[in-house]
Nanobody, 121 residues
Framework: QVQLVESGGGLVQPGGSLRLSCAAS????????MGWYRQAPGKQRESVAS???????NYRDSVKGRFTISRDNAKNTVYLQMNSLKPADTAVYYC???????????????WGQGTQVTVSS
């Protein structure tokens, strides 16, 4: 079991920046993949960025060059630095942790409660 707690959301003007944090209840060194997803009203949840235990990152095209995902293993925390924010980035942002379970040869997925990001003038 992994509990995830997000923080750092809020209201920001277009062009502004925010940094989201996701604190995990266990060592993230043991978590295969951690990522950020978002869901805007009336839309499906979509992947924003992910980072593996080895440090490999992946981003959706619309945030490349503006968002940066990073992890601090000592603090069991994953961050999402968001720059040059646009109104289209407005959504609830969720932290996700995926762990591979050797016993079941499957993946266990955990979610945080979400944090609201609103980009508006």
């Amino acid at each position: 079991q992994v509990q995830l707690v997000e923080s750092g959301g809020g209201l920001v003007q277009p062009g502004g920046s925010l940094r989201l944090s996701c604190a995990a209840s266990k060592s993230i060194f043991s978590i295969n993949i951690m990522g950020w997803y978002r869901q805007a009203p009336g839309k499906q949840r979509e992947s924003v960025a992910s980072i593996t235990s080895g440090g490999s990152t992946n981003y959706r095209d619309s945030v490349k060059g503006r968002f940066t995902i990073s992890r601090d293993n000592a603090k069991n925390t994953v961050y999402l630095q968001m720059n040059s924010l646009k109104p289209a980035d407005t959504a609830v942002y969720y932290c996700n942790a995926d762990l591979y379970d050797l016993a079941t040869d499957g993946w266990d997925s955990y979610w945080g409660q979400g944090t609201q990001v609103t980009v508006s003038s």
